[in-house]
C-alpha cells in the first residue's frame, strides 16, 4: 500500500521561504516520477514541479527560479524547497507518485502567504 505523507506547511509572509517534505512508503521515490501540485480555493489543482526517475526536472511558470524540487532516495523523500514566497502561492501542496498503473496522491499541506 503506497502512502505520501506531506509536512512543513505553514504560515509565512511574502519573501520568506519554507522547505516541504514528502515521506512515501509501500513505494520507492527513486522509481518513479514525484511531483508537487497545488491547490488554490476556487482554482484547479496544478503543477508545480517534477522529478523523474533519472533526476530531469521540471517546474510551472510561476514558480521557476524560486523553488526546487529535490529527492533523497536513502530517505524514501522528495522535498521542495520554496523561496521567494508570494501571496499568490498560498494553496494545499499535494504530493503525487506516477505509476504506469495509477496515481498516489497524499492528503496535502497547507501553505499560506501573507503580503
Known amino acids: 500500500q503506497v502512502q505520501l505523507v506531506e509536512s512543513g506547511g505553514g504560515l509565512v509572509q511574502s519573501g520568506e521561504s519554507l522547505r516541504l517534505s514528502c515521506a512515501a512508503s509501500g513505494s520507492t521515490v527513486s522509481f518513479y516520477t514525484m511531483g508537487w501540485y497545488r491547490q488554490a480555493p476556487g482554482k484547479q489543482r496544478e503543477l508545480v514541479a517534477r522529478i523523474t526517475s533519472g533526476g530531469t526536472t521540471s517546474y510551472g511558470d510561476s514558480v521557476k527560479g524560486r523553488f526546487t524540487i529535490s529527492r533523497d532516495n536513502a530517505k524514501n523523500m522528495v522535498y521542495l524547497q520554496m523561496n521567494s514566497l508570494k501571496p499568490e502561492d498560498t494553496a494545499i501542496y499535494y504530493c503525487?507518485?506516477?505509476?504506469?498503473?495509477?496515481?498516489?496522491w497524499g492528503q496535502g499541506t497547507q501553505v499560506t502567504v501573507s503580503s
Open positions: 503525487k507518485l506516477e505509476t504506469a498503473w495509477r496515481d498516489y
